[in-house]
């Protein structure tokens, strides 16, 4: 079955704009031009962030790269082509090296950067995973279960796995940097918060808002996956368990706070008061809308906190991300792709429910969304609006859509 002509041209658009991101965040500030630094060079210490950064920039870079150039496997096996798998994670993976190592001998010749062997190993490390991924989600269908055929509307396993990954996506934010230690003194630091409850600063607003309409959004995703009621607040209060487990393990500085319980606990109550007085056994498309309005509250609440500083009163049409540290480039980054990935799903949901229009006006509305949220940055004190949010935006719901425009009908 060949890809639509549709499916191909959002791959592969989504493909081309996220590959002249990646040359423009390799080569923006790189001060003057003068060809004298080592070319990849090896350093006598390697920077975790900076390791991190390099890895997670280079999936999905690998994923729509397998997403652009392949097609959905469908055989009497069941089974993909070894032949053909083995040659595209070959030619991805030989793709992906040769962008990065093309980004690390320029970057040889600025003053303000350095050519690195270990960025060029992280780039296509994380590059490798990414095409793990896209060759997932193309077997995905056949391995999982295939399309029921009697309507092209229908929510297949793609659907299902990305709606998934919104519930997921959140736990992985709030995990950042991924690094764990299962010891009593871990634990203890991560709780240490709990002991200054009486003189401690009081509750932030924006924060607890945030906290809120992202548990809201993934107990929505529960609902939307799961068959009945209980097994829809089984599986938010399952993962909201593993969320607090991970960060009470984060050997980082813990992200866990009383804004979080307390916009967790919010959501739950509303999830449960939800599917307790419902009647139905699903209404898809008020789980798809507040799915997409919880993930929109959260996205408004973190744009819309002043932070310390003056307000700028100037948007930069260019992409500062980055600029104020690798970790959190990668959590804004995953903030807003979240986001996107959200609306599509939200979308595709409520499409399958019989709401044709959501397809195209919800991704877009979010889109807009974030573009006229980070242009009313620029009255908020402390922050740097720029065209980063709704790049990222922009980039996830694209990759999204390229995932779930594999079926019929699916443009």
């Not at 896209?134 to 295939?146: I, S």
């Given at each position: 079955?060949?890809?639509?002509?549709?499916?191909?041209?959002?791959?592969?658009?989504?493909?081309?704009?996220?590959?002249?991101?990646?040359?423009?965040?390799?080569?923006?500030?790189?001060?003057?031009?003068?060809?004298?630094?080592?070319?990849?060079?090896?350093?006598?210490?390697?920077?975790?962030?900076?390791?991190?950064?390099?890895?997670?920039?280079?999936?999905?870079?690998?994923?729509?790269?397998?997403?652009?150039?392949?097609?959905?496997?469908?055989?009497?096996?069941?089974?993909?082509?070894?032949?053909?798998?083995?040659?595209?994670?070959?030619?991805?993976?030989?793709?992906?090296?040769?962008?990065?190592?093309?980004?690390?001998?320029?970057?040889?010749?600025?003053?303000?950067?350095?050519?690195?062997?270990?960025?060029?190993?992280?780039?296509?490390?994380?590059?490798?995973?990414?095409?793990?991924a896209?060759?997932?989600?193309?077997?995905?269908?056949?391995?999982?279960?295939?399309r029921p055929p009697s309507s092209v509307s229908t929510p297949d396993v793609r659907l299902r796995l990305l709606t998934a990954a919104v519930a997921l996506g959140w736990v992985v934010s709030q995990t950042m940097p991924w690094v764990f230690a299962v010891d009593v003194g871990t634990v203890r630091s991560n709780?240490?918060?709990?002991?200054?409850?009486?003189?401690?600063?009081p509750l932030d607003a924006w924060r607890l808002l945030r906290h809120a309409g992202a548990w809201g959004a993934v107990g929505c995703a529960c609902r939307l996956l799961a068959r009945g009621r209980m097994p829809s607040l089984a599986a938010f209060v399952l993962t909201a368990g593993v969320s607090l487990a991970l960060q009470l393990l984060l050997d980082a500085n813990a992200p866990l706070s009383f804004e979080e319980l307390a916009g967790m606990t919010v959501a739950g109550v509303g999830i449960a008061s939800s599917l307790l007085v419902s009647r139905e056994a699903c209404h898809t498309r008020r789980w798809a809308s507040a799915l997409l309005l919880g993930a929109a509250f959260t996205v408004a609440a973190y744009e819309l906190r002043p932070v310390p500083g003056a307000a700028v009163h100037t948007f930069s049409w260019f992409p500062r991300v980055?600029?104020?540290?690798?970790?959190?480039?990668?959590?804004?980054?995953?903030?807003?792709?979240?986001?996107?990935?959200?609306?599509?799903?939200?979308?595709?949901?409520?499409?399958?429910?019989?709401?044709?229009?959501?397809?195209?006006?919800?991704?877009?509305?979010?889109?807009?969304?974030?573009?006229?949220?980070?242009?009313?940055?620029?009255?908020?004190?402390?922050?740097?609006?720029?065209?980063?949010?709704?790049?990222?935006?922009?980039?996830?719901a694209l990759l999204a859509a390229a995932v779930l425009a594999d079926g019929r009908g699916d443009g």
């Open positions: 079955m060949p890809v639509p002509s549709s499916a191909r041209r959002t791959s592969l658009f989504a493909l081309l704009l996220y590959t002249a991101f990646i040359v423009y965040q390799s080569l923006a500030q790189g001060g003057a031009w003068m060809c004298t630094g080592a070319v990849l060079e090896v350093g006598a210490r390697i920077s975790r962030s900076d390791m991190l950064a390099n890895v997670v920039a280079y999936v999905p870079l690998g994923l729509l790269l397998v997403l652009a150039a392949t097609r959905a496997w469908v055989g009497p096996s069941g089974r993909p082509p070894l032949v053909r798998v083995l040659a595209t994670v070959v030619g991805a993976t030989v793709a992906i090296g040769l962008l990065s190592l093309g980004m690390e001998l320029v970057q040889a010749c600025q003053a303000a950067r350095v050519s690195s062997l270990y960025d060029l190993i992280a780039n296509v490390t994380g590059g490798a995973l990414g095409v793990g896209g060759l997932a989600l193309r077997a995905a269908p056949t391995l999982l279960g295939p709780l240490s918060f709990l002991r200054h409850w009486a003189d401690g600063a980055g600029l104020g540290g690798l970790l959190g480039a990668i959590d804004y980054a995953l903030l807003f792709g979240w986001f996107g990935l959200a609306a599509v799903v939200a979308a595709r949901w409520a499409d399958a429910d019989g709401h044709t229009h959501a397809r195209r006006r919800w991704p877009a509305g979010a889109i807009l969304a974030t573009f006229l949220l980070e242009v009313a940055q620029t009255g908020i004190p402390g922050r740097g609006p720029d065209l980063s949010a709704p790049l990222f935006t922009v980039l996830a």
